[in-house]
């Protein structure tokens, strides 16, 4: 616990714990300000850097990229394997863990250890892992790496310490699966086959073990050649040869035939008895043609062959549809008796896997369900019910449904909330699937004790929102709410439409969402604001529609024969301009140029609405002048004010949604009034049309290089066209040259909202460097990628084809003749964004005694304006009396782009914004109780008995951090966050009962700051960012936690608290638990003695190296893994700390005792021997005479 005491004096001295110390700040343009009164602060801060540690908890969705799976029948869990060498292991909801080769190679294949509680992964840098899931975090035990030899197939029998490994080569190895040690027996391909055969059988792709007798070998060569091999014999007991490509095997239970799949779509069947043909080849979906001859098929990729004890057996493949149905969906087909069942799926498949009531392969299977892994989807189908219904999937795997555009995280919701949003969502879910439980059952999980609610928003690219229920690191679909019902639908060909081809208009930008008052607004692509109330009732509603005219004047080359533009900004005093109506679409100048119009179309009819979220209004940028409204920014909510306010490249807007009018819509410049704190220069003519520069053709000049290197990375970002926060920048809208017939449309052509499919925040997969200016022409480039803003290159005088690369080259060869001087250090300084809003209770001007409403706005030159407002009280005068904006007061600034504001109470308590606590405007009408706003206010003045009035402005930008006192404006501490990077995220969040500030770096790092001394308490390094994905998911929430899109469908959830990593042993799922192995059935007397000798069968005899030798040390090495006293040592960090390391003390030297012991006895062993060699040399020489020595 520390102190801090510091007395203001108009002058700020060092700040305590390394903090960078300033003077005053109390006006921007460095004017200076009267001393304050002398007041002390007493905060006694109580977080050090023991509270934080940085490690990931749990991750949701489908597992990106999916290769391999796998199923243990009696622990009934699932794994699947990914291709960038990840591991995910499913059993009961609440039983969901991530593994991550340290490779990153793809995972191959995955076999279990039936019951062992162990896993074996077969990666694609030809190295087997053996993973001990007997922890709550896996752990790799052992680790084997074929040198000279690739892995292509691994099968382990049930019960068995020996793996067989196939090779690219043909070759078969068998590893202990104990010490993970090669064995000296090796079935060398050209020993399995013939030696007549002139050609390579190709690489292993099958490996089984005969259900009649384990002591026989089946092996499948890729050219169609399959083998089996007598283990004990060392000898092939037959040969087949097939000259179709063989995919896949599957034996009948009793081990007397088997089934194999083809690359020319067939499958045959085949009999021990006769193996010279198959005794039955079919074509599942090859038709006779008229000529007589089948059509030709795609493989089928695998088959598996299941009996039942009741029924007919199932066989089950994928694949195999013949070529000229193009088009046809990827399938799984079922075929019981003589009925065949084709199911499409939605995706390609990448694995499945028929689940069976039995480990043992000689018994019936009785299958039950198949689990289809797909590209983007798992599902199980009930093969018990003959309509072959799919079980309802309790995991979260359909986050990435529609690509994931932005994300929110509400850690400590008001509780209840959850349920609620649960009851309502319920009511839509799908029907018709299987009523059988769920069949991936295995692990226990139990609530933990550090549990509140939590809930997860996540926008997506077709307008949808989800809302997911997050407490105890699950994840559960709780309510979907459709943003596009609120718009009319495009209709093709038809005006706006033809601009929206191949687009997600509806996309969602940014979300912000009050629990406590239910109001939640979405921020769409098409530059709109969706406003929703939360009501348990239908309701019949018509929603009010306000459009706003935000549009700044064109940019560009200067031309001084042109005539400069006119602002389109309002006068400073007409703040209140009145909401225009929508225009049709072909309105617009008599040229055609769309000129104010919206870019979506409101439905303007009365409408039902559900239960749940009910829009209530939609604001909308208008087109001004054949330009498209640009990209909203950012943007708040404040329901106890029952305001909304948000910003852009061009300027602020703020609306009152409870009277449904606009307060006030001007630009950034214009706010400041006479405390502008740049000295602007005088506008340059120039002309009326934007450029097309994209992201593909940003070109600068060493001058223009040096002049942003001295600047905020984000000081230049303003000057054009703002894009998606959760898409590549796109070209801006050229002014097309005019004909008879107006302006030509292209597909990518004017006024288009730059979102795209594959573009989305999911799908982004643009690398950013880790320094400033590596891989980038400037830093401009880089940040935006980031904020979503395209800026004009001044430097380019053509209108071009971002992708013709000779017309670009032309344009940047002419870029000195084109450029001036004056037109980089003018605009870059005249147009900046709105970048941050924050309303809450603040003191507008130093004079101010008493706190009241304001609205915080930062801008990306690093400025921070203060507007005042006046709210009217009473509940009939506010829906009556109008809101009063008055003039901007102070004007603060920092280094970089202001990102984030926080309040705190002169003790260091955070002050939470008012609220208006719920209400449903829908519910029957209460004569006794009429519904009236309740308001909660949280004021600086209310909690500062001891300190008196004032409080504390954490205002962050991208590079530094300051804490103002208020109403004072003195800075009390700076801290410079970083110099080589930016902050991509801060947020000012609860941490152990305390307050601290959280940042993301663009260089991976992350770091909490105390306040409101601005310690440093934590710097990890903890990923490099690698795409854009990453920074635009990342977000912060109380308690210590913090989530981003890991990857296009998975969300990776961390924590920052060390309280919460030592309590995470206990909220994590046990993957195995401790299960007797079924018996195996009785197999009769006569079965027993005529079935072979299969029980008597001993792997080690043959395989040990007693018998076997030592396998060549240069064909794989041996890398010992950190799976076993490592993983009791990281749960020894739990809350039982003390006693797991005793307890690891003592197993250590039980270790060491049980090594010594060993020793002791190789000892005696060893004199024992000797003592018997020299008594046996004693007797023998006993008798000899000298001489017959």
Known sequence: MKKFRKVLDGLTTSSPGGTIGSPSC????????????????????????????????????????????AFDPVQKILAVGSRTGGVRILGRPGVDCYCQHESGAAVLQLQFLINEGALVTACADDTLHLWNLRQRRPAILHSLKFNRERVTFCHLPFQSKWLYVGTERGNTHMVNIESFILSGYVIMWNKAIELSTKTHP?????????????????????????????????????????????????????????????????????????????????????????????????PILKVEYKTSRSSEPFIVFSGGLSYDKAGRRPTLTIMHGKAITVLEMDYPIVEFMVL?????????????????????DLIVVDLTQSNFPVFENPYPMDIHESPVTCTAYFADCPPDIIPILYSIGAKHKKTGYSQKEWPISGGTWTLGSHTYPEIIITGHADGSIKFWDASAITLQMLYKLKTSKVFEKPKPGEGRAADLVEEDPFAVQMVSWCPQSRIFCVVGISAHVILYRFSKYDANTQIVCLDVRLQCESDDVITPSENENNPCFPEPGSHSPQPQHPASPSSGTPEGIKDSIPCLKVKDRVVRVPPGYQAELVIQLLWVDGEPPQQITTLDINSAYGLLAFGNCNGLAIVDYLQKTILLCMSTLDLYGAADPYQRLTRSPRRNRQSTSGLTELSDNQQSIDMERSKSPTSDHVNGHCTSPTSQPLAGKPRVPMGPEGPRLTRRGPGRPPFRKAQSAACMEI???????????????????????????????????????????????SFSRSRSSSVSSIDRDTKEAITTLQFGESYGRKSDALPTPCLWVGTSLGVVVLIPMSIPTDQEERMEEPVTIGPSGMVLMLKGSVLRFGFLDCMGAVIQSPYETWRDLNAPEDPDRPRRRKLVHFSPSSSQDACGDGHLAVVCSERQAKVFLMPSQSCLFVHNITESSFV???????????????????????????????????????????????????????????????????????????EMCDNLQEMLGELFTPIET??????????????????????????????????????????????????????????????????????ERGQRLGELEERTALMMTSAETFSKHAHELMLKCKDKKWYQF
């Open 767 to 813: 690398s950013l460097p880790v320094s400033h200016t590596e891989g980038y022409a400037s830093r401009r480039a880089m940040l935006q990628q980031f904020h979503g803003v395209t800026m004009y290159s001044h430097d380019e005088h053509h209108i071009t084809s971002p992708y013709c690369w000779s017309e670009r080259e032309s344009r940047e060869n």
């Open 356 to 376: 069976c009531e039995t480990p043992y392969n000689n018994e019936v299977q009785e299958p039950s369900a198949v689990v289809v892994l797909l590209e983007k």
């Open 984 to 1058: 991509l995220r801060a947020d000012v969040v609860s941490v152990c009962n305390s307050v601290c500030l959280a940042c993301f770096c663009a260089n991976g790092h992350i770091m909490t700051l105390s306040l409101p001394s601005l310690r440093p308490l934590m710097d990890v390094n903890y990923l490099p960012l690698t795409d854009m994905r990453i920074a635009r998911t990342f977000c912060f929430t109380n308690g210590g936690q913090a989530l981003y899109l890991s990857s296009p469908t998975e969300i990776q959830r961390i924590t920052y608290s060390q």
């Open 26 to 69: 109390g006006s921007a343009a460095g004017t200076p300000t009267t001393a304050p009164t002398p007041k002390e602060i007493d905060v006694q801060e109580t977080l050090v850097s023991e509270n934080f540690q940085l490690c990931k908890t749990v991750r949701h969705g489908f597992p990106y990229q999916p290769t391999a799976l």
């Open 202 to 298: 190709g690489p292993v792709v099958h490996l089984s073990d005969s259900p009649k007798d384990e002591g026989k070998l089946l092996i499948g060569f890729e050219s169609g050649t399959v083998v089996q091999w007598d283990l004990r014999c060392k000898k092939a007991d037959f040969r087949i040869y097939y000259d179709e490509a063989i995919h896949s095997v599957s034996w009948h239970h009793e081990g007397k035939q088997f089934m194999c799949s083809h690359s020319d779509g067939s499958l045959t069947m085949w009999n021990l008895r006769n193996t010279t043909k198959p005794f039955q080849v079919t074509f599942p979906h090859g038709k006779i043609q008229r000529d007589g001859r089948k059509e030709s098929c795609k």
């Open 1078 to 1147: 079924p018996e195996a059935q009785n197999r009769g007397f006569l079965k027993g003695f005529f079935g072979g000798n299969a029980n008597t069968f001993d792997r080690e005899e043959l395989f040990g190296e007693a018998a076997a030798g030592k396998a060549s040390r240069s064909l794989a090495q041996h890398i010992p893994g950190q799976g076993g006293m490592e993983g009791m040592k990281v749960a020894a960090g739990g809350a039982v700390g003390d006693l797991a390391r005793a307890r690891i003390a003592l197993d």
